[in-house]
């Protein structure tokens, strides 16, 4: 006995069924009567959606195996841990180092406390701790 052949799959572009639906619309007018949606004045930056706060930093060496690590430490307690991450983030992309969130506290490798400072500063935090 001959075992069943292997089925083939098309490979050959067939039309989307979607293609027809970009006509859809095409023949719906807008009703002239409909109101203006808000405008932003020119210029104005937008509001920023959390109110930073202020955090900490610290240099801390221990258990590291004598490396010095920037800790960003106490942040506002209504800040989600995805705005913290999304700040270490930047913070490490500003610093041009690693570092890792434990805990609520960024801890940024290397000592560079003033480029961590200006990062956070851009971000509207208020900076206190390592001058």
Same mark, same amino acid.
């Given at each position: +006995?001959?075992? $069943?052949?292997?089925? /083939?799959?098309?490979? *050959?572009?067939?039309? #989307?069924?979607?293609?027809?639906? #970009? %006509? ?7 009703? @002239?009567?409909?109101?203006? !949606? ?5 210029? $104005? ?6 109110? +930073? ?9 221990? *258990? /590291? ?8 430490? %106490? ?15 930047r913070v490490r992309a500003a610093c041009g ?7 609520? /506290?960024?801890?940024?490798?290397? %000592? ?8 956070? $500063? @851009? $971000? !509207? ?7």
């Open positions: +006995m001959r075992p $069943e052949p292997k089925k /083939r799959l098309d490979t *050959h572009a067939a039309p #989307s069924p979607l293609t027809g639906l #970009s %006509d859809a619309f095409a023949g719906v007018a807008l009703p @002239a009567d409909l109101p203006a !949606g808000p405008v932003a004045p020119p210029g $104005e930056a937008p509001t920023p959606l959390w109110k +930073m706060g202020r955090v900490v930093l610290r240099r801390e060496r221990a *258990h /590291r195996g004598g490396k010095t690590v920037v800790v960003i430490d %106490d942040f506002a307690t209504h800040l989600p841990l995805s705005v913290i991450a999304a700040v270490a983030k180092c690693g570092g890792t969130v434990k805990d609520r /506290r960024v801890e940024i490798q290397g %000592d560079q406390p003033d480029k961590v400072r200006a990062a956070l $500063e @851009a $971000e !509207g935090f208020q900076v206190a701790g390592v001058k």
